[in-house]
């Protein structure tokens, strides 16, 4: 499935596949752990309206403004031919705008080694999967930070190496934490 998409990403204009999918993927990341967010609020963000039908927290619509900005930014990568590497700087700037705290600082090592190890694999078509998943269960395991935080880094290793984005759907969050649960678990404690 995803060497499908790998193909379309290729074939096809990516600011415009980048751009329906940033509504989508900010929808389903905030969905996750937040149900009053709706569809069409986030597509009037991205549309540039203001949003006064949401009966939610006002706070939400403030966060998802700031992703839109945030992902927009990192997501112009795939503009360039050069493939970019994860750096703490990212991570900081990511972590910040989500949660509007700093990285604890007894993190950095541990951060700091989980780049590098990112960082020295060459991630391509073939092993693309299973490198976003380490990061990811590595990166939830060291941090216990906020989801999105893991969810917009996966994305941002992807497309800093040309290829497409995923998107967790809040439908499947259950089968998501699940399988983290069970890497962290079983492999993670293993090594």
């Not at 790998?6 to 990516?14: A, V």
């Not at 329906?20 to 069409?40: A, D, G, P, Q, R």
């Amino acid at each position: 499935m995803y060497n499908e998409a790998i193909k379309i990403w290729r074939e096809k204009n990516r600011e415009d596949l980048l751009n329906k999918f940033l509504v989508k993927f900010i929808y389903c990341s905030n969905k996750i752990k937040n149900y009053e967010i709706t569809f069409s609020c986030v597509e009037g963000i991205f549309n540039g309206e203001k949003i006064d039908s949401f009966k939610g927290n006002k706070k939400i619509i403030k966060e998802i403004e700031s992703q839109k900005k945030l992902c927009e930014n990192i997501f112009n990568l795939s503009k360039g031919d050069v493939k970019l590497k994860l750096s703490i700087g990212v991570i900081e700037q990511v972590y910040y705008v989500i949660t509007g705290n700093k990285l604890e600082r007894n993190l950095y090592v541990s951060i700091e080694k989980l780049v590098k190890d990112i960082n020295s694999i060459e991630i391509n078509d073939d092993n693309a999967l299973e490198a976003v998943s380490y990061f990811v269960c590595y990166f939830q395991e060291i941090s216990n930070c906020d989801g999105r935080v893991v969810r917009i880094l996966l994305n941002y290793i992807l497309v800093a190496n040309h290829l497409p984005p995923i998107n967790i759907f809040y439908m499947d969050k259950e089968k998501y934490y699940l399988a983290m649960d069970f890497f962290i678990k079983k492999i993670i404690k293993l090594e």
